[in-house]
């Protein structure tokens, strides 16, 4: 009672229940005023621990536990010829194990240096080891121009094609881009694994145990009841980074040491080199406009990696799996349906009132890294292009960004977060921008079903972007928790800001070479911007406010496109590439 525990559980209650009474579909709903605990900020249970040292998966220890270090293939396919085993405890300083099966090999001792300094060392020695098959890279896939024109599975929803003589209309396009990002984890995966009697005890951080141990039941040929995983903290996730990959590693090894307790913990080059990424995505919009300059026609065409290679669709999407006698076989890349969000088509469609619409997806099936979910899959370079043309229709047309989206919005509640945000921001006072100073606008609703989201940036452009202040105004239904709602969308802030400012994976013919925080930037505390949140409360029909629409990912996109129409209203120059880095502004003021 009262959120206290009461002692009981499900089971002890269950001869109380009769299950021949009749299914009621729609249940009453409890009227809002009799809430006492819907609409509560409420502390949270992880703080004190997380505050105070409890440990987080890389920080587990388990008695008689071993430490492990793996040695990866360099790409999908490659084979391993020759390893210098010598060398390597030589340089380990320890007779360490070193287990390979396949071509998965892993270094193994009750000492962490020891296998830290073992994988080190057969990293930096090229010559103790001999790769065969192994596949290189094209640089030049660091850019996402190069998606054009590759074979891909091709689809288009909507409207007929758009005619291409429109007497009095005018075309508009521009093409939109974003790179190759990381998850970009504060820590690296972990993972530890038991293997006793034919069972396997894994612990993990991934997002999902059930489909973790369906997963790795394929990979590892055995049945999934033989697999129990248990969920520890570890240090942000942000969809599928390398944790569920540990996992399998951790077993691999504990499979051939069996009664030992294996950890595995990745090393920070393995992370940035081997994890999941989210995949690039190159974005053409081409809008009709009227004589009033209204769009009349909205063609969203995008070429895009698989977003989703989630644990749950085979073992073959974990990474040793490729590298074992019998792999698992790789399930066919799809992404998802837009009965649940879409993938690289989530927010593809604008939400404004617009008379014809159509997407033109390109899905490549065969990218050279490997591509799964990031924080809102493709609804942040969506609406990164839905907005920054918005921006460039309303110039074309004389009218302020504001008022340009408002006479194409039916929506009241897009109208009205979009108007919070934009009065809390100060929005009439923006002035002509131009001089290194600008204000900008960016507007979602997540999944075009989900939160409603407005947020307002504020930037000054020097050598570089840095965000002083941002105004989120957001809908997002029946709140139960407000602190956690302002958490969510808190967060998606900032990381909407770095993937906008920093975040691009770097390549060389060997594969991804962004493998340190040097080479690959994300925002500093120091350049976090003052944020200012306000939940808009619902309004319309009665039963409206019983409707929790879910905040977790809807700010990411209107995020990042504010940043590039606030730097647009500074530089007076537009920059339609993630990220908005040094590199970009230059080329945008050269032009």
């Not at 999908?76 to 060398?87: C, I, M, N, S, V």
């Not at 192994?134 to 074979?151: A, K, N, Q, T, Y």
């Not at 499979?255 to 999941?276: D, K, T």
Request: charged share 25%; glycine share 10%.
């Amino acid at each position: 009672a009262d959120g206290e525990p009461t002692g009981f559980d499900y089971w002890r209650l269950a001869d109380e229940v009769d299950l021949r009474a009749p299914l009621q579909r729609r249940p009453p709903l409890k009227p809002t005023a009799d809430y006492r605990l819907v609409g509560r900020s409420v502390a949270r249970l992880d703080l004190p621990d997380k505050l105070s040292g409890a440990p987080f998966i890389n920080d587990l220890s388990r008695p008689g536990m071993l430490h492990a270090r793996t040695l990866r293939q360099p790409a999908r396919g490659a084979r391993l010829a020759h390893l210098d085993e010598a060398a390597v405890r030589r340089a380990a300083g320890r007779p360490v194990q070193i287990l390979r099966v396949g071509d998965f090999v892993a270094f193994v001792d009750e000492s962490e240096a020891a296998v830290e300094a073992a994988a080190q060392a057969a990293a930096a020695n090229p010559d103790w080891i001999r790769w065969a098959d192994v596949r290189r890279i094209d640089p030049g896939h660091e850019e996402p121009s190069w998606l054009r024109g590759r074979p891909s599975r091709d689809r288009t929803l909507g409207a007929p094609p758009a005619d291409s003589d429109r007497p009095g209309q005018r075309l508009v396009s521009a093409v939109y881009s974003r790179p190759y990002v990381a998850h970009a984890s504060l820590a690296p995966s972990c993972a530890l694994a038991e293997y006793h009697d034919g069972r396997f005890h894994i612990w993990s951080h991934g997002q999902g145990m059930h489909p973790l141990v369906a997963t790795l039941a394929d990979a590892l040929g055995v049945p999934a009841d033989s697999i129990s995983a248990e969920h520890v903290q570890g240090s942000g996730c942000y969809g599928h980074n390398g944790a569920d990959d540990a996992a399998l590693d951790a077993a691999l090894i504990a499979r051939e040491l069996p009664g030992r307790c294996i950890r595995v913990q990745w090393r920070r080059q393995e992370e940035f080199g081997f994890e999941p990424l989210g995949t690039p995505m190159l974005i053409e919009l081409r809008v009709w406009l009227d004589g009033d300059g209204r769009p009349c026609d909205w063609t969203t065409e995008l070429w895009s990696g698989a977003h989703v290679q989630r644990p749950g669709l085979g073992g073959g999407n974990l990474l040793a799996s490729e590298a074992l006698p019998v792999p698992a076989p790789e399930p066919e890349v799809a992404d998802p349906p837009e009965s649940r969000g879409g993938g690289a088509t989530r927010n593809a469609v604008p939400l404004y009132d617009l008379p014809a619409h159509r997407i033109i997806h390109h899905l490549l099936p065969h990218l050279p890294l490997r591509t799964s979910a990031l924080r809102g899959l493709g609804a942040l370079p969506n609406v990164f292009a839905i907005e920054s043309m918005l921006d460039e229709l309303a110039a074309l047309s004389g009218r302020d960004p504001l008022d340009y989206r408002l006479a194409l919005l039916c929506d009241a509640r897009a109208r009205r977060v979009l108007q919070c945000a934009a009065d809390s921001a100060g929005w009439s006072a923006r002035g002509e921008g131009g001089q290194g100073h600008g204000l900008g606008l960016g507007f979602a609703r997540y999944k075009n079903r989900a939160a409603y989201a407005a947020v307002v940036a504020e930037v000054r452009v020097e050598n570089e972007v840095r965000v002083q202040r941002v105004w989120c105004a957001a809908d997002a239904g029946l709140v139960i928790n407000p602190d956690g709602v302002r958490n969510q969308l808190e967060g998606g802030i900032v990381q909407g800001a770095s993937w906008a400012l920093k975040e691009r994976v770097r390549l060389d013919e060997r594969g991804v070479s962004s493998v340190d925080w040097e080479s690959y930037p994300i925002l500093r505390f120091s350049e976090v911007p003052e944020i200012e949140v306000e939940l808009v409360a619902p309004e319309g029909q009665p039963d409206e406010p019983h409707r929790s629409l879910g905040a977790g990912e809807c700010t990411v996109g209107p995020t990042a496109a504010a940043i590039g129409n606030a730097v647009a209203h500074a530089l007076g120059a537009r920059i339609r590439d993630m990220p908005l880095d040094r590199e970009r502004i230059m080329a945008a003021l050269l032009r």
